[in-house]
């Protein structure tokens, strides 16, 4: 058997959304904006396979994800991807799949299967509510952090991403690149890439944003998305470190602004970043989305 694997384009944008809707999830790669922006750094291309979408890793040994649609359809699909590995002589291999989905696969394949979870991967969930008022004796350091931005930066404003300041955030990207060296570091060269296109595509990608002005001056921005019914995923975020206690800010103001309809807030995982992680555990998560890789017993 054969498949037209292809390159997500922004085309497919509401073909993408389909599938995902019809599984929803919290996990942040179920979103087309991070599988269009993303693909083209980690070689993902997709296809529709028994009514259930599918997307494959061309790394060194083909991947899938998850795939996402009806239950029947991705059982379908599967057993498709399974007969799709045999003819070729690869092994049958899974990425990005949750708890929930490996207990489906159980379901239906009871001990062919094992997974192995993937920490570096794993999302950061929190309570919409606590990344809003920073209650709570835990989250009194962060309080802190907004206090003394207050009192330093009187004349702080926040708004809404829009035709009228999004050059500007462009422009304040460019010279966080330059000052973070970007050019020297392909992760971060790839990161920057992707926080440049999803400020240019904003509009055409459903992205809402947030930019925190200092003397005037864009200090830092957060921008992301509905996730699903109850989440919302934050893509990026950036911010000037020489400017204190801006990236508690804008991460506060964001959520206060932008994510308040939704109960909660996935902040992405840390890619085994050691610093990125004690930020992200230092903001107490509800829970966190665990990911793992799915090969056969």
């Known amino acids: 058997m054969e498949y037209d694997f292809k390159r997500p384009e922004l085309e497919d944008r509401d073909l993408v959304n389909h599938y995902f809707f019809q599984a929803p999830g919290r996990s942040c790669e179920r979103t087309f904006v991070n599988v269009f922006l993303w693909s083209r750094h980690y070689k993902v291309k997709f296809a529709v396979i028994e ?14 994800s998850y795939p996402a649609g009806n239950p029947d359809a991705v059982k379908r699909a599967l057993e498709a991807i399974m007969e799709y590995c045999k003819e070729r002589e690869c092994p049958f291999k899974l990425y990005n ?4 989905h490996f207990e489906q696969m159980e379901n239906w394949f009871p001990g062919r299967f094992k997974i192995e979870y993937v920490r570096d991967v794993a999302d950061y969930v929190y309570e919409t509510e606590k990344l809003a008022t920073l209650a709570g004796k835990k ?11 207050k009192n330093l930066y009187s004349d702080w404003s926040y708004e809404s991403l829009s035709d009228d300041n999004v050059e500007e955030c462009f422009q304040m990207a460019l010279r966080w690149r330059n000052q973070n060296g970007c050019d020297d570091d392909a992760e971060k060269n790839a990161e920057m890439c992707v926080t440049l296109n999803s400020l240019r595509l904003y509009k055409e990608l459903g992205l809402r944003g947030g930019i925190l002005r200092v003397n005037g001056e864009v200090a830092a921005f957060s921008m992301g998305e509905p996730l699903c019914s109850d989440t919302f995923v934050v893509h990026i975020e950036k911010a000037f470190a020489d400017i204190e206690g801006a990236y508690p800010m804008i991460n506060q103001q964001f959520v206060l602004h932008e994510c308040m309809d939704y109960t909660y807030v996935n902040r992405e995982d840390d890619a085994g970043s050691e610093g990125l992680r004690k930020a992200k555990l230092s903001y107490r998560p509800a829970f966190m989305v665990e990911k793992g890789i799915v090969t056969e017993i």
């Open 51 to 64: 009514d259930a979408l599918v997307f494959r890793n061309e790394g060194n040994d083909y991947a899938f």
């Open 139 to 149: 989250l009194h350091g962060k309080r802190n952090h907004i206090n003394k931005f």
């Open 97 to 100: 799949v949750t708890p929930e």
